[in-house]
């Protein structure tokens, strides 16, 4: 028997102010994006704006429904687009943020478990990795180099070949 750990580094800045220019333009664009979600059920808006290899951007926000499983995520909407307008165009920066009706927007929020099954296939298909700029509307920022980090042991499709 031995042991094994898995381990990710990432970078934590105070505010948006620190970050580099242009996640700075991502993640203003992300939190603007917030206002074009559709969640009147949950009341937490999520913006998601992703800067493509070939140079365009491209956003996607949460759309719910009265039927709340049928809602999805806004990393979903946005993969769905971009797959369908670019498909196999690889993405540098995903920049994620959220404005909730019910607490203050103060701190970054991670993908939901789905969400990034699905960052890790996109990712793993186009064989480029995504970074991830998260951020609320205000407080520190996390910048992911890969965001199949936040998916260990990830079931792949490998398993299917
Ligand atoms: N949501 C996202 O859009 N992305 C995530 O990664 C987490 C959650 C949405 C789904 C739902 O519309 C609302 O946030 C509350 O869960």
């Not at 949460?62 to 670019?86: D, T, W």
């Not at 498909?87 to 959220?98: L, M, Q």
């Amino acid at each position: 028997m031995k042991e094994a750990k898995f381990e990710f580094q990432y970078k934590v800045y105070d505010s948006i102010d620190e970050l580099p220019e242009e996640q700075q333009m991502l993640l203003n664009k992300a939190k603007e994006a917030t206002d074009k979600a559709y969640a009147p059920y949950s009341k937490f808006k999520v913006g998601a704006i992703a800067k493509l290899a070939n140079g365009e951007t491209i956003s996607g926000t949460n759309q719910e429904n009265a039927s709340f499983p049928v809602g999805l995520c806004a990393e979903r909407v946005l993969l769905s687009s971009l797959s369908s307008l670019y498909p196999n165009v690889g993405i540098d920066t995903i920049a994620i943020s959220y404005k909730s009706e019910n607490q203050v927007s103060d701190h970054p929020v991670s993908p939901c478990g789905i969400c990034r099954q699905s960052l890790q296939e996109f990712e793993s298909r186009v064989n480029h990795p995504i970074q991830l700029v998260l951020g609320g509307l205000t407080g520190p920022v996390y910048v992911i180099k890969s965001a199949g980090c936040l998916l260990p042991l990830a079931f792949t499709s490998e398993e299917l070949t």
